[in-house]
Structures are given as structure tokens and as C-alpha cells.
């Protein structure tokens, strides 16, 4: 296998988002001590990243979830939403060998993408914020398309807008689903960068722990399928 793409999941993947929420956590509560009524901010920054579940509910039901449990201030669940979609990207903390990984693949020649599911505006202030986007020849978020992962619809798109057949291309995801099940089936190499969130998946071509491994993996894998290893 001759890798000429690789494509990235965002949230999870590139952008850690547990890192990001608990930051924006912290920030929210600082700027709005009125709205959590003097409570100790490091017990309520951990009971909210446990109402969060991983980001499993929407950013409304989450909020009003967290001012009907905590007992917040009347009205809290609007104001906190509003801090989300303004401040939110501003606390964007990039997984661990983000850039070196990038920079490695673009030093081989190859193309980059990313794909990812959520609102464009939101997605693309994501992007910004981590300050990826020279690093990406492609961007494709399902609140463009109407189209979400793991429909192979999105992924086949991305690989239109880079020019390169799926069979040379690997997407790399955090969640077994919409990315490993998804790219399987639009048959691509899936790499699966382990979450304890998530349960095990055995669907994936090469699963990694750090984003460091995966230039090294991806070379194994063409090398066992050329019978050379």
C-alpha cells in the first residue's frame, strides 16, 4: 500500500477535546461567578466534566442538564450557552505531536485532509484555534454537506477534493462508528487512535496510542502487504 492521503477526525483526534472542555470549563466559571453562586470551582469543574459524558448530549440539553443538576442560577443554561458559542474554540488544546505529525507526512509528500461532523462555523473556529489549517489540503465538515460520518458520501467527497483513490488513503479517528467503521467502508485504511472512552474496536487496519506512531505504523503496514515484513 502506497499511502498518498492520510485524513483526520477533529474532536478526539487532533483537537483534545477533553483538554479543551476542561479549559473552557474553567474560563466559563471565572467569567461568570455570579451564574454558579460562589461554588468551589475545582468540585464544579469536575461535576461538569462528568455531566458532559464526552460531549454525548447537545450543547443546549447540556447546559440546561448542568443548571437543573447544580443547581445554578435561574436563566444560567442560556447565558453558559452563549459563552460556548463565543469563547469555546478559544480554549482549543491540540492533541500531543499534532504539528510534528503533520509536518512529517507533508515532508513524505502527502496530502492531508480532515473531516469532521458538527456546524462549519463552529468546526472552522475549532481549526483556527489550534492553528492547523496551512497544514490542511482539504476540509470537509458535514454541516457543509448535510451529510455525516460515517456515510461514505463525506469521505468520498474529501477524497475528490484531494484527487487520490480511497485504496491510497488512511483516515484516523478516535471513534470506532462514524470513523473506523466509516472509512472501512469507504475503503480507505482505517487507524483507530485508542480512547478508553470508547470500547475496542477490531475493524481497524492499525491502531495507535499517540499520533507520533503513525507515520511508523502506516510504513508496516505497507511493508507487510508487499510481503516485506
Not at 485504496?167 to 482505517?190: F, H, L, T
Amino acid at each position: 500500500m502506497t499511502i498518498r492521503a492520510v485524513l483526520f477526525d477533529l474532536d478526539g483526534t487532533l483537537l483534545d477535546r477533553r483538554a479543551t472542555f476542561r479549559r473552557h470549563i474553567e474560563s466559563m466559571i471565572e467569567r461568570h461567578p455570579d451564574v454558579f453562586r460562589s461554588q468551589e470551582t475545582q468540585s464544579l469543574v469536575e461535576e461538569l466534566v462528568t455531566l458532559d459524558s464526552n460531549g454525548s448530549a447537545t450543547r443546549a440539553e447540556f447546559y440546561q442538564s448542568a443548571e437543573q443538576q447544580l443547581g445554578l442560577a435561574s436563566g444560567a443554561s442560556a447565558i453558559l450557552l452563549r459563552h460556548f458559542e463565543r469563547h469555546f474554540p478559544e480554549s482549543c488544546v491540540a492533541m500531543p505531536h499534532t504539528v510534528d505529525t503533520l509536518d512529517a507526512l507533508r515532508a513524505r509528500g502527502v496530502k492531508i485532509g480532515l473531516i469532521t461532523n458538527g456546524r462549519a462555523v463552529m468546526q472552522n473556529r475549532k481549526i483556527d484555534g489550534l492553528g492547523i489549517r496551512s497544514h490542511l489540503d482539504s476540509v470537509v465538515i458535514s454541516g457543509d454537506l448535510g451529510i455525516r460520518k460515517p456515510d461514505p458520501r463525506i469521505f468520498a467527497a474529501a477524497l475528490d477534493e484531494l484527487s487520490v483513490d480511497s485504496s491510497s488513503a488512511a483516515y484516523v479517528g478516535d471513534n470506532p462508528e462514524p470513523d473506523i467503521r466509516g472509512a472501512r467502508r469507504s475503503g480507505m485504511c482505517a487507524v483507530w487512535r485508542r480512547d478508553e472512552w470508547w470500547s475496542e474496536t477490531e475493524e481497524a487496519d492499525l491502531v495507535i496510542d499517540d499520533l507520533s506512531e503513525l507515520v511508523s505504523g502506516l510504513d508496516r503496514i505497507g511493508l507487510k502487504q508487499r510481503g516485506l515484513a
